[in-house]
T-cell receptor, first 113, second 110 residues
């Protein structure tokens, strides 16, 4: 099993460009999450999904959109990138139920110039 | 929303000593408190968690204690080893979401 994978690993964007980050999991997990990690700020939840076709806002959703069309995939979109979105983005997944371990992907390092 | 405060932000100990990291939370409805370890350049990984129906949980050299009345919980690492060097994050559950502390960078020197 690959676990949780993220594509791409690195990306540099110019202000105003758009992109999509892909998260895939092969563990048949129901719940999926997108976090951003900035120095000294810990992990902050952007959006999450508790099942195929569902999404919900987290702590810092502005400037991002998500989709969960297939159970195994969770996409994070930036429609018009801003320098404030420079960060490391982590995807995570877990079994259904809020008390289960979240398994994280390897991260995507995004720089917006 | 839920606010999780974590202290200290950095901690340096000698190999063999104990390390303690403390967190406080604000949402009295929170009932699940995991700890994640993140080595440099790697992804966070769960090391231990505790639910609000217990006050302490141990797993070898790692233990977590919870005081629901005071709304704080702590991670205790005994007999520290150089491979324990990492950033540790506490978290509390609010609804469907985990709220993470800002992390503690632990350095264990030989």
């Amino acid at each position: 099993n690959a676990g949780v994978t993220q594509t791409p690993k690195f990306r540099v964007l110019k202000t105003g460009q758009s992109m999509t980050l892909l998260c895939a999991q092969d563990m048949n997990h129901e719940y999926m999450y997108w976090y951003r990690q900035d120095p000294g700020m810990g992990l902050r939840l952007i959006h999450y999904s508790v099942g195929e076709g569902t999404t919900a806002k987290g702590e810092v959703p502005d400037g991002y959109n998500v989709s969960r069309l297939k159970k195994q995939n969770f996409l994070l979109g930036l429609e018009s990138a801003a320098p404030s979105q420079t960060s490391v983005y982590f995807c995570a997944s877990s079994l259904a139920g809020v008390y289960n371990e979240q398994f994280f992907g390897p991260g995507t390092r995004l720089t917006v110039l | 929303g839920e606010n999780v405060e974590q202290h200290p932000s950095t901690l340096s100990v000698q190999e063999g000593d104990s390390a303690v990291i403390k967190c406080t939370y604000s949402d009295s409805a929170s009932n699940y408190f995991p700890w994640y370890k993140q080595e440099l350049g790697k992804r966070p990984q769960l090391i231990i968690d505790i639910r609000s129906n217990v006050g302490e949980k141990k797993d070898q050299r790692i233990a977590v204690t919870l005081n629901k009345t005071a709304k704080h919980f702590s991670l205790h690492i005994t007999e520290t080893q150089p491979e324990d060097s990492a950033v540790y994050f506490c978290a509390s559950l609010s609804g469907y979401a985990l709220n993470f502390g800002k992390g503690t960078s632990l350095l264990v020197t030989p």
